[in-house]
């Protein structure tokens, strides 16, 4: 019973996040258009910001964090968080905000969402059964789509109704929601092995992935999707704008759809696993709806622009689908002492994909057009799952049948 209130207080503090944070997605960048007047070199130094904090403290992090609690250092991340944007909103009230001040409350919070990240990850196995993990990082992702879905829609409409920098205080009071959901978990968490800070202990987490077959197929899996989902997401606003020739609005609800299925995947994850299994799934899932993004190229107007639909929804869904339970996997296997530095190698070498991703979808589109882009993009993420269709995973039905670390 105080297991399940636990996670159902771990989750409903994500929820409240998630929102708060697609909000802020829309009133972050406007903030720095309609504020500041930022040129777009500037918002791509924001961008950048935003991002770069997994190439740079992504390894130390996972040291960091296996050496203590993380349930308070969740907290404390969280608080941080809802501190940085509120020095942002209280400094373009009173008319100081510069955009100097933006950059580094952008770097705060890069750095401080990479720590929560890895920190959550092997947190969570202290509030859920080992076997019932997917079925928690299905509810997280479930609520994460969600957001999605209403979040950016409700952005734009706070933005309107009470300026730019003022709508960035909801996120902030959703960061102030989930330090108060942490702080109410009963769960007492085992405190780590004391442990001798020394040189190359951030290597023992990428050491620990490349030695695992499955892990390092599926990092290598994951950071070449990652790569090319960021290369597509680079051209896709003007693939299907100014390609195809589909309006703003239309496009808009393209992606709408994208999030719905994501939502819809995440709430079947769980159910999936069980009938496919929870190790086949993992490499199943990427397997058979990543070639869908070979029908992106041929979308036209009228009724092939179903093709992109179809593209994004199945294929997106598969993705997450193959995210839930390849992270349930890692968080069965690794042993918990070790747990923080392998997310950290995993974070870094997934996430670290996405600047670099976004660089080559923007150089592509220029050298040899959007369109052949897009089919490029496609073709690679149909390889992609190579790794994981040849992987010890295809071997087996269920990851209780892979030897299990503890």
């Given at each position: ?154 952005g734009g409409w706070l933005v309107q109704l009470a300026g730019a920098a003022n709508a960035l205080l909801a996120d902030a009071v959703s960061f102030l929601v989930s330090a108060f959901c942490l702080w109410r978990v009963a769960a007492e968490e085992e405190k780590p092995a004391a442990t001798t800070a020394r040189r ?32 597509a997401s680079a051209l896709n606003v003007l693939f299907l704008v100014d390609t195809v020739g589909l309006s703003a609005g239309t496009a808009g609800l393209m992606f709408s759809a994208a999030a719905a299925a994501g939502l819809v995947a995440a709430v079947a994850a769980t159910r999936l696993a069980r009938w496919a ?130």
């Amino acid at each position: 019973m105080t297991r399940r209130r636990d996670f159902r207080l771990v989750t409903a503090g994500q929820a409240v996040t998630q929102f708060g944070t697609d909000i802020t997605a829309v009133a972050f960048p406007l903030t720095a258009v309609l504020v500041l007047r930022a040129t777009p070199f500037q918002l791509g130094l924001l961008v950048a910001a935003q991002t770069s904090a997994f190439l740079v403290v992504g390894l130390p992090a996972g040291v960091w964090l296996d050496r203590r609690r993380r349930r308070p250092v969740l907290i404390g991340a969280d608080l941080v968080r809802a501190l940085a944007l509120i020095v942002v909103t209280a400094a373009a009230g009173a008319g100081t905000l510069t955009f100097g001040l933006l950059f580094v409350v952008a770097l705060v919070m890069s750095v401080m969402r990479v720590v929560f990240e890895i920190g959550y990850q092997t947190y969570l196995p202290s509030v859920v059964d080992g076997a019932d993990l997917v079925r928690g990082n299905s509810a997280v992702e479930a609520v994460r789509a969600g957001g999605q879905i209403a979040g950016p829609g409700v952005g734009g409409w706070l933005v309107q109704l009470a300026g730019a920098a003022n709508a960035l205080l909801a996120d902030a009071v959703s960061f102030l929601v989930s330090a108060f959901c942490l702080w109410r978990v009963a769960a007492e968490e085992e405190k780590p092995a004391a442990t001798t800070a020394r040189r190359g202990m951030a290597r023992e987490g990428v050491r620990f992935v490349l030695a695992d077959p499955v892990l390092r197929a599926i990092a290598a899996t994951s950071a070449l999707s990652n790569l090319l989902f960021t290369a597509a997401s680079a051209l896709n606003v003007l693939f299907l704008v100014d390609t195809v020739g589909l309006s703003a609005g239309t496009a808009g609800l393209m992606f709408s759809a994208a999030a719905a299925a994501g939502l819809v995947a995440a709430v079947a994850a769980t159910r999936l696993a069980r009938w496919a299994g929870s190790a086949r799934i993992i490499w199943l899932s990427v397997a058979v709806t990543s070639p869908l993004n070979l029908l992106i190229p041929f979308t036209e107007p009228g009724w092939r622009i179903a093709f992109f639909v179809l593209a994004v929804t199945v294929g997106g869904g598969g993705q997450l689908v193959y995210a839930i339970t390849q992270l349930s996997y890692r968080q069965a296997v690794v042993p918990r002492a070790i747990l923080g530095r392998v997310n950290a190698t995993m974070r870094f070498l997934v996430m670290g994909a996405l600047p670099v991703g976004g660089l080559l979808g923007g150089t592509l589109g220029g050298l040899i057009g959007v369109r052949p882009t897009m089919l490029v993009i496609g073709a690679g993420l149909t390889l992609a799952p190579i790794f994981v269709v040849l992987s010890p995973l295809r071997r087996v039905r269920d990851v209780s049948e892979l030897v299990v670390r503890t």
